[in-house]
T-cell receptor
Framework: AQKVTQAQTEISVVEKEDVTLDCVYE???????LFWYKQPPSGELVFLIR??????QNEISGRYSWNFQKSTSSFNFTITASQVVDSAVYFC?????????????FGPGTSLSVIP | GAGVSQTPSNKVTEKGKYVELRCDPI?????LYWYRQSLGQGPEFLIY????????DSGLPNDRFFAVRPEGSVSTLKIQRTERGDSAVYLC????????????FGPGTRLTVT
């Protein structure tokens, strides 16, 4: 069973629009970590955020915000006032206590294109 | 400071050959990871090192794949008897302590098996 689902394969928005990338995860653990990474066209993955399962506070960092809801097993990522430089593939990832967090499971990614 | 480096950046090999892929992590990072990324997919976990030892190698697809990190720094991923299905980008990442921390990724090695 897929542990991290990113149902949106590709999204296209016009610059300055807001966009939300969905992430739904599956785990039997009560303790786990969730991550978002960005992979720009240059190829190197860049860490964006880490959240543990006990911290359900939403987080905002500049134009980026994250909405963690345990009740729906979702960890969605919103970009406000999108810019062309936001064009990239975004991955949501999960690591679980039962594997000692050793194995980080990535979702399939959402490719975001921001059109000028 | 220097980031994670991987060599070679591209490797083309014939089916059945042996290849070695190298990863040089960020200095001082004790944790090192190998992933494989196929086109249009997310990174697939292969192996995680904490220091010199493999803490979790459950992602290695079969016994043709092996990785070492003898001095707790540089790591080598070794693939024997390569198959066309091994073609992918092999990513290395390191983190200061363990998988719950931010991972810093290298640029990857694109392996093509012909």
């Amino acid at each position: 069973a897929q542990k991290v689902t990113q149902a949106q394969t590709e999204i296209s928005v016009v610059e300055k629009e807001d966009v939300t990338l969905d992430c739904v995860y599956e785990t039997r653990d009560t303790t786990y970590y969730l991550f978002w990474y960005k992979q720009p066209p240059s190829g190197e993955l860049v860490f964006l955020i880490r959240r543990n399962s006990f911290d359900e506070q939403n987080e905002i960092s500049g134009r980026y915000s994250w909405n963690f809801q345990k009740s729906t097993s979702s960890f969605n990522f919103t970009i406000t006032a999108s810019q062309v430089v936001d064009s990239a593939v975004y991955f949501c990832a999960l690591s679980e206590a039962r594997t000692s967090y050793d194995k980080v499971i990535f979702g399939p990614g959402t490719s975001l294109s921001v059109i000028p | 400071g220097a980031g994670v480096s991987q060599t070679p950046s591209n490797k083309v090999t014939e089916k059945g050959k042996y290849v070695e892929l190298r990863c040089d992590p960020i200095s001082g990072h004790t944790a090192l990871y190998w992933y494989r990324q196929s086109l249009g997919q997310g990174p697939e976990f292969l192996i995680y090192f904490q220091g010199t030892g493999a803490a979790d190698d459950s992602g290695l697809p079969n016994d043709r794949f092996f990785a070492v990190r003898p001095e707790g720094s540089v790591s080598t991923l070794k693939i024997q008897r390569t198959e066309r299905g091994d073609s992918a980008v092999y990513l290395c990442a390191s983190s200061v302590s363990g998988p719950t921390y931010e991972q810093y990724f290298g640029p990857g090695t694109r392996l093509t098996v012909t």
